[in-house]
């Protein structure tokens, strides 16, 4: 077999202030500027604690995924802070956070991002690529978590041929394949029908309960929420009933 994986061990672990792998405080976003400016999030203090299962809940429009990409550092805030494993995400550089968003994070969006053309075992090598992992490991790791999500059959198969469920199936291997501390999903279910959705949701929760991988999930589906272990509520921009766990 492969030698153990230790992609994540040289990232920064939980400083002196939290024990929370993602520390957000005030956190504000602003889209556009002068007249135009919309407060997308208007004050968000919210801490990311490991190995939970946190679903961001709340209406269409009140800021579930700009609060998601902010934490996941795909966008930066306007005004706030966010501590990150210990780091002020301030001070890190680029490369670091490029660092930390492929091996330390892993994505899975309602619309299935990838590459179209490319084979199930191209799309899900691709974070193995970007972090200089040799073709072989490559090969081995993908085909590794495509047997964990029962896609191994489909390796070479176009994605762009996948079912909605499939493609998910590949996207969420493509999430784990550098073993993440935190898995973010926007609206993972938004475009399957229920049953298939029910899978998708079954796959998140496992490796949750087999990897203690933390989950942020942000939806608008009470179930899914339901099935969270904490829930925080958006409310234009704003958090509301902030420890309404269930
Ligand atoms: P949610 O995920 O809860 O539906 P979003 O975080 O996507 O909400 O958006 C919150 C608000 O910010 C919405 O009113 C949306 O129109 C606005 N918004 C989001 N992204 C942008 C952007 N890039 N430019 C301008 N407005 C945006
Ligand atoms: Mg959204």
Redesign the pocket.
């Known amino acids: 077999m492969t030698e153990p994986r230790t992609a994540t061990a040289d990232l920064p672990r939980a400083g002196p202030t939290t024990d929370a792998l993602i520390s957000a405080h005030g956190l504000k976003k602003t889209?556009?500027s002068g007249p135009a400016a919309?407060h997308?999030l208007r004050g968000v203090d919210l801490d990311v604690r490991p190995a939970e299962k946190l679903a961001i809940v709340?209406?269409?429009?009140?800021?579930?995924?700009?609060?998601m990409?902010l934490l996941a550092l795909l966008d930066s805030p306007s005004a706030g802070t966010l501590e990150v494993m210990g780091q002020d995400a301030r001070t890190l550089t680029a490369a670091a956070v490029n660092g930390i968003r492929n091996r330390a994070f892993g994505f899975v969006f309602q619309q299935f991002f990838m590459i179209p053309n490319a084979s199930v075992l191209e799309n899900v090598e691709l974070p193995l690529k970007i972090g200089g992992v040799a073709a072989q490991e490559r090969r081995l790791r993908a085909l590794a978590v495509l047997e964990q999500v029962e896609m191994a059959d489909k390796a070479n198969n176009r994605a762009t041929d996948l079912s909605g469920g499939q493609k998910q199936r590949m996207v969420i291997a493509r999430a784990i394949v550098n073993e993440p501390r935190v898995v973010f999903a926007?609206e993972p279910t938004g475009n399957l029908d229920t049953a298939t959705g029910r899978i998708i949701e079954d796959l998140l929760f496992g490796l949750n309960e087999s990897a203690g991988i933390t989950l942020v999930i942000?939806t608008h589906d009470e179930d899914l929420a339901s099935r969270c272990s904490r829930q925080v509520s958006?409310k234009d921009?704003l958090i509301v009933d902030p420890e309404v766990a269930a």
């Not at 709340?58 to 609060?67: A, D, I, V």
């Open positions: 889209y556009g919309f997308a709340g209406k269409s429009g009140s800021g579930k995924s700009t609060l990409h926007d942000v958006l921009g």
